[in-house]
T-cell receptor
Framework: NAGVTQTPKFQVLKTGQSMTLQCAQD?????MYWYRQDPGMGLRLIYY???????DKGEVPNGYNVSRLNKREFSLRLESAAPSQTSVYFC??????????????FGPGTRLLVL | QKEVEQNSGPLSVPEGAIASLNCTYS??????FFWYRQYSGKSPELIMS????GDKEDGRFTAQLNKASQYVSLLIRDSQPSDSATYLC??????????FGKGTRLSVIA
């Protein structure tokens, strides 16, 4: 099993360009998440999907959109990239057992630089 | 605003010593607690999860939870240079995504 995979691994964008970060998991998890990690700021939740067909905003959703394409895939889109979106982006997935979120498993990350 | 607080470090310990990492959280209804390890340039990986008050041991790692004091800690016995990393504490009431602390950087000196 590959676990959680993310593409691309690294991307450079110019201000105003758009792009989509892809994430897929093969663990049959219901819940998926997108975080960004910046120096000194820790992991901050952008959006999450508790189950297929649902998405919710996290702590820092502005400037981003998401799509839960199916149970396996959860994409993050930047419509008009800004330098403030330079960060490392992590996708994660987890199972829910009796309503309780179990361990979150992380992908390898995407390093995004916006010039 | 739900908060998870950790000392940023760096925490420096000699090889073979016990490293003690601490975390406090603000949401009293928190039910699930996790410790992740993150090496530089890598993604977080789970070390321990703990759900009940008391201690939980797994090899050289022990997680301690005190819900009354809203405090969770991680002890690493016989610390090795390979334990040098950033340790992230994460908390959830159970039905919402994990809230992460900013992490404590541990340096084990050979």
């Amino acid at each position: 099993n590959a676990g959680v995979t993310q593409t691309p691994k690294f991307q450079v964008l110019k201000t105003g360009q758009s792009m989509t970060l892809q994430c897929a998991q093969d663990m049959n998890h219901n819940s998926m998440y997108w975080y960004r990690q910046d120096p000194g700021m820790g992991l901050r939740l952008i959006y999450y999907s508790a189950s297929e067909g649902t998405t919710d905003k996290g702590e820092v959703p502005n400037g981003y959109n998401v799509s839960r394409l199916n149970k396996r895939e959860f994409s993050l889109r930047l419509e008009s990239a800004a330098p403030s979106q330079t960060s490392v982006y992590f996708c994660a997935s987890s199972e829910r057992t009796g309503g309780r979120i179990e361990t979150q498993y992380f992908g390898p990350g995407t390093r995004l630089l916006v010039l | 605003q739900k908060e998870v607080e950790q000392n940023s470090g760096p925490l420096s310990v000699p090889e073979g010593a016990i490293a003690s990492l601490n975390c406090t959280y603000s949401d009293r209804v928190s039910q699930s607690f996790f410790w992740y390890r993150q090496y530089s340039g890598k993604s977080p990986e789970l070390i321990m999860s703990i759900y009940s008050n008391g201690d939980k041991e797994d090899g050289r790692f022990t997680a301690q939870l005190n819900k009354a004091s809203q405090y969770v800690s991680l002890l690493i016995r016989d610390s090795q240079p390979s334990d040098s990393a950033t340790y992230l504490c994460a908390v959830t009431p159970g039905n919402t995504p994990l809230v992460f602390g900013k992490g404590t950087r541990l340096s084990v000196i050979a």
